[in-house]
Nanobody
Framework: QPQLVESGGGLVQAGGSLRLSCKGS????????IAWFRQAPGKEREGVSC????????YYPESVKERFKISRDNAQNMVYLEMNNLKPEDTAVYYC???????????????????WGQGTQVTVSS
């Protein structure tokens, strides 16, 4: 059973940067599609960075485009989210997710992903 553990969240001032990490175990990351989602209080969970098969295809919503970047280290079974120029509206719990289906085109819809981490809080102060 795949397991995911996120880390790297915290409190940062607007304009700052954070790098979230997600350690996978119980599976081989090479064979999985990867994604990061976030959920703010009272809001639906939304995809912020998603990568398809071989990371050839990536998706970023307009709200984070040019500021967020998803990456992976298959050898370490790690998924990363680099976040720059953070804004107060980026405040949320961030979740790492993977699925064994290798999407040809990146998908950023929660129900497409089977395995989830427990989440890490990111708070951006103004």
């Amino acid at each position: 059973q795949p397991q995911l553990v996120e880390s790297g969240g915290g409190l940062v001032q607007a304009g700052g940067s954070l790098r979230l990490s997600c350690k996978g175990s119980g599976f081989k990351l090479d064979d999985f599609s990867i994604a990061w989602f976030r959920q703010a209080p009272g809001k639906e969970r939304e995809g912020v960075s998603c990568a398809g098969r071989n990371d050839d295809s990536t998706y970023y919503p307009e709200s984070v485009k040019e500021r967020f970047k998803i990456s992976r280290d298959n050898a370490q079974n790690m998924v990363y989210l680099e976040m720059n120029n953070l804004k107060p509206e980026d405040t949320a719990v961030y979740y790492c997710a993977v699925d064994s289906v290798q999407f040809v085109h990146a998908k950023c819809i929660p129900y497409e992903y089977t395995f989830w981490g427990q989440g890490t809080q990111v708070t951006v102060s103004s």
